[in-house]
């Protein structure tokens, strides 16, 4: 009954969630990370991680081979029970991902660890960044715009940004020499 409903939960997780071995080879990979990467897992299960993070390459296999290798958490984690163990430290990072038509995309990465007895298991959430890198760039586009508008304009015109305590933060330049402050 635990296990279906793990399985249940990590199937409907709205994440990519991607488990893999010490030799980086997949053994899990969740209904968002076939959407994400236009794979079904079948396909990738056994197979490289790496065939799917694009440069993640040394930071992923230097993490995996410092927690297989060193064992630098040995004394901390989280005791599951007996022998299982969850790291308090993981990889967060941002990546690109590669889908099945190899076009590439932005990721956030989390990978955290968990052992038990003599084996390390790696879980990978992912989430496509693509949306809100997008929404970033309009965003800055935006900035910019209004940059433009505050130092380029010649008339004096009360456009201005405040604070929470209604400080003036930015008038446009116009305004600013009519007022005489620089």
Known sequence: QTEARTRAIVGNAADG????DQHLRIEDFN???????GVNASVVVGKAAMNW?????RR???????????????????RLSGDVRVSTKSLACEVEGRRKDSTTFPMSLSVGVVRWAEQVRFTC??????????IEAALEQERSVIQELMLNLTEAIYIY??????RFLRVN???AKKLGVK
Do not use: P
């Open 17 to 20: 969630i991607i488990t893999f």
């Open 31 to 37: 209904a968002a990370a076939e959407a994400m990467f």
């Open 53 to 57: 993070i694009v440069d993640a390459d």
């Open 60 to 78: 992923l296999r230097d993490f995996v081979y410092h927690k297989v290798m060193n064992d630098d958490d040995s004394g901390s984690g989280i």
């Open 125 to 134: 959430i992912v989430r496509d960044l693509t949306e809100q890198k997008r």
């Open 161 to 166: 940004f405040k604070d929470e305590q209604s």
């Open 173 to 175: 330049s116009a305004l």
